[in-house]
């Protein structure tokens, strides 16, 4: 691997950090409202604790001095302290990702998996009856929105039929005799968000995987392996799939990176305790400290995905050219 | 023998166009059901009777019955009547968001392409780094700060969605840029802002265009998360207003189906409409997609 296209990446995810940060910065600070200095000046708050928000947030300083004391709070880990639960920042999404991380990874597995195999079955039939099906279940998932997904489902699953909860991630109240019965129950609770979730996008997936490997079957040497004689099936599962794979693997890349914002739709609508819904009751709550932290969090995610994304690309495919 | 007339060739061109547009089946079915809403958006109002709508004409959350035809929601308000008067609310949001998205990605595009050098680094890297951005957080997060009216609900959506088109049309003035007429405009004194809007302008659009109709969906999706996610214009009974209430009275496990399920599938067609209208577009504007 070419040190220089990996110091220009990371380069470049520098860069984007910074924008983000000082997006951030300024979209707590400047817009119309001020949330966190109208926070500080709201008149039933105790003096001392209106203090402290001054001594922390620096709001009597110039914008400079604020943004110079924002970037040092961030690099010591000091994301702020909650309106709402008055505790560090950073403690309450910590609590929380973990729910958000083992939801989008089931989420993930389930389009990634329906993804590959539904564009590979398109692409393989192409302008057939499968093809013109999937094309259309694909454009179809991309106009539901992923909370009504959820709905339905709920409505269906768990209200008419009575097998999975309702929501939450375990039954509320409930002791458990051993370990197991817990995974059982957080299973049981996990399996319809997962499936709602991996629904709602997978049609990405698929129209890549499809146009993907429709690129790769146009290449010559495809031409060549079937004029020696191998079978179609065998053409398109041992030679065109592993390049068709490149495209995908870096969306997939990027995905885990959109995943804990992906997954707020889901999570609101299953109360899945995870960060998404902590940035929607932190919305209901005008929670502005959780909101800026989780937002950066999200955006973090996002800048290293991308990065691990552009760096795979290239280790994958050697045409790529390293400038 | 017809005489070929610049008039006659403009004529035979639009013919053709219109020709290639109805062989596609795609767009035809989505410009049915464009069609469809705009007259259920803007003709339903005359003829349906909206005296059902005020509050507490009905029984709560009552099903189907004969005056109300798709039931009443958690106040006793016409389902049906709600869903008439929120096609006109998705359309307008969508379409206006559109213009105002499309407008900056165009702007940002053009510029950073014919400029070239310093400028199209800066610019890009700022798209780059817009692109990066969660965008649903960011929405709600804008959404909230401003305060939730269809005006800046409208603005917030048009202000997040840009870069798709401004990378898009960058490309394309790229390869614009150096085509003879530009240079001969050039060389004849034409100056940068007469030459981008005169000249690169129209070239780029048809490309955009068919950008611009899934932009559209898109907006309108999100129009709809936004509201359910109770960030929507309160005062304004859109689609996605319907589904949260729905959610927030608990339709969902009382089993209301006639609460979420028809303001969903509205949503699902409309964005569906739109989706298919692009790709239709997609595939006429560009010809290299016509092969697969």
């Keep these: 691997m070419n040190i220089n296209y990996l110091l220009k990446k990371l380069f470049h995810s520098f860069i984007t950090l910074i924008i983000v940060i000082t997006i951030n910065f300024f979209l707590f600070r400047v817009m119309p409202g001020d949330p966190t200095a109208m926070v500080a000046k709201s008149a039933n708050l105790s003096p001392e604790y209106a203090e402290k928000l001054n001594e922390m947030y620096g709001f009597d300083r110039s914008l400079p001095v604020q943004y110079a004391m924002y970037i040092k709070s961030l690099v010591t880990g000091d994301f702020g302290m909650s309106f709402k639960f008055r505790k560090p920042v ?26 590959i195999v539904v564009g590979t079955l398109a692409a393989a039939h192409r302008g057939r009856k499968i093809d013109v099906g999937a094309l259309g279940f694909a454009l179809f998932i991309y106009a539901i929105p992923a909370f009504w997904l959820g709905i339905v489902l709920v409505s269906f699953f768990s209200v008419k039929l009575g097998v999975f ?7 509320a109240g409930r002791d458990y005799a051993t370990t197991w019965a817990y995974i059982k129950d957080v299973l049981h609770h996990l399996l319809l968000p997962s499936i709602s979730m991996g629904l709602a996008i997978c049609g990405g997936y698929t129209m890549i995987m499809r146009s993907s490997l429709l690129d790769v079957l146009t290449e010559d ?6 004029a020696k004689g191998y079978k179609r099936k065998d053409v398109v599962i041992k030679h065109a799939l592993p390049n068709a794979m490149l495209p995908m693997v870096t969306v997939i890349a990027i995905n885990i990176g959109f995943m804990i914002g992906g997954a707020l739709q889901t999570e609101t609508v299953f109360s899945w305790p995870g960060v998404g819904r902590l940035v929607y ?3 209901e709550a005008r929670d502005y400290p959780v909101l800026q932290g989780a937002f950066l969090i999200i955006s ?22 390293y400038e | ?82 869903l008439i008067y929120g096609a006109k609310i998705s359309l307008m949001i969508g379409i206006f968001a559109t213009l105002i998205s499309v407008c900056i990605g ?9 400029a070239g050098g310093k400028t199209d680094i800066i610019l890009m890297r700022f798209t780059d780094g817009f692109m990066v951005l969660p965008k649903l957080p960011l929405i709600m997060i804008l959404a909230a700060l401003l305060g939730s009216n269809i005006r800046n609900i409208i603005i917030v959506l048009g202000f997040t969605s840009w870069t798709g088109t401004a990378r898009l049309v960058r ?8 085509r003879q007429f530009v240079e001969r405009a050039i060389s004849s004194g034409a100056g940068k802002g007469y030459i981008m809007f005169k000249h690169i302008l129209p070239n780029v659009f048809p490309l955009v265009f068919s950008n611009t109709i899934l932009v559209t969906a898109n907006a309108i999706l999100t129009e709809t998360t936004l509201s359910f996610l109770g960030l929507g214009d309160p005062l304004t009974p859109s689609w996605g207003q319907i589904l949260r209430g729905a959610f927030v009275s608990g339709a969902v496990s009382l089993g209301a189906w006639w609460f979420f399920i028809p303001a969903g599938l509205c949503v699902i067609l409309l964005v569906l409409g739109f989706t298919f209208l692009g790709y239709s577009f997609d595939e006429i504007l560009n010809p290299k997609l016509r092969r697969r």
């Design chain 1, 165 to 171: 909860p309702v929501n939450g991630m375990v039954d």
């Design chain 1, 300 to 321: 973090f995610c996002v800048i290293i995905a991308n990065f691990i994304a552009d760096i795979l690309y290239g280790y994958l495919d050697p045409r790529i050219k």
């Design chain 1, 221 to 226: 040497y495809i031409t060549t392996a079937r």
């Design chain 1, 281 to 283: 009751d932190s919305l």
């Design chain 1, 90 to 115: 950073i403690n309450i999404i910590g609590e929380r990702i973990m729910a958000t991380i083992l939801l989008a990874i089931c989420a993930q597995t389930v389009a990634i998996l329906f993804g």
């Design chain 2, 1 to 82: 023998m017809a005489e070929i007339t610049k008039k006659n060739v403009k004529y035979q061109n639009i013919k053709r166009s219109i020709d290639t547009f109805m062989g596609n089946k795609m767009g035809v079915l989505g410009l049915c059901i464009l069609v469809f809403f705009v007259i259920v958006a803007f003709i339903g109002p005359l003829v349906y009777d909206f005296d059902q709508q005020s509050y507490g004409k009905g029984e709560l959350m009552a099903p189907p019955t004969n005056g109300f035809p798709l039931g009443t929601d958690d106040m006793g308000r016409d389902i049906l009547g709600s």
């Design chain 2, 171 to 178: 490309s394309q003035t790229l390869s614009v840029k150096e």
């Design chain 2, 106 to 114: 165009t702007f940002i595009g053009i510029s950073s392409g014919f």
